[in-house]
């Protein structure tokens, strides 16, 4: 069971936008910034937005982060087939002490 | 350019002790806001977080796995190396290891993000 809540899956047909969800509480997204990462099979997994909404160099406007209160988003805007991979939020958690990853989002590309 | 790579056994058996390795590449262990940890993915699960080792030589652990980890550095600070003790099935995973960043103005455990990764290497725990 993840500390922080995510959909199994998303899907979109090529230049659609699609948002993911991403759920906690208040000693985690409520208190906390978060960070959001892309995961392919066999590779590194890449780092999208950090901070709720800052991008790294090198990854595109088209993925752009959120967040309310106790919740965040991360939205795809221009879905490319390049982008059929899982996502997952991440944030510390000031009980836990620790950092909390959800479960994953698969983003299909339709 | 900030690279990791991760190396050890791809197969322990259970009880055993796993040792992995994380050699770095295009930064400095005792930059000021830098940090090296270690993460997991067990197959089709989600990803964990496991230790991660501060450039000011503090450690912090994942409180429900703390009891079997120990993360340490070499002398030179150029690999970062993760102890796991009584390793079991439910052990085997991708483990990762990542470069941490601090946010500016910030300071704490909560202030770091994982901006570079190493590709992963399986360990699978089988007798």
């Known amino acids: 069971q993840s500390v922080l809540t995510q959909p199994p899956s998303a899907s979109g047909t090529p230049g659609q936008r699609v948002t993911l969800s991403c759920s906690g509480g208040s000693s985690n997204i409520g208190s906390n910034p978060v960070n959001w990462y892309q995961l392919l099979p066999g590779t590194a997994p890449k780092l999208l937005i950090y901070s709720d909404n800052q991008r790294p160099s090198g990854i595109p406007d088209r993925f752009s982060g959120s967040k309310s209160g106790t919740s965040a988003s991360l939205a795809i805007s221009g879905l490319q087939s390049e982008d059929e991979a899982d996502y997952y939020c991440a944030a510390w958690d000031d009980s836990l002490k620790g950092h909390v990853f959800g479960a994953g989002t698969k983003v299909t590309v339709l | 350019q900030i690279t990791l790579k991760e190396s050890g056994p791809t197969l322990v058996k259970p009880t055993q002790t796993l040792t992995l390795t994380c050699t770095l590449s295009?930064?400095?262990?005792?930059?000021?806001?830098?940090?090296v940890g270690w993460l997991r993915q067990p197959p089709g699960k989600a990803l964990e977080w496991l230790a991660i080792f501060y450039w000011d030589d503090d450690k912090r652990y994942s409180p429900s796995l703390k009891s079997r980890l120990t993360i340490t550095t070499d002398t030179s600070k150029n690999h970062v190396v993760l102890i796991m003790t009584n390793m079991d099935p439910v052990d085997t995973a991708t483990y990762y290891c990542a470069h941490a960043r601090r946010r500016q103005s910030c300071s704490g455990g909560r202030c770091y993000y994982f901006d570079y990764w190493g590709q992963g290497t399986l360990v699978t725990v089988s007798s």
């Open positions: 295009g930064f400095s262990l005792s930059t000021n806001g830098v940090g």
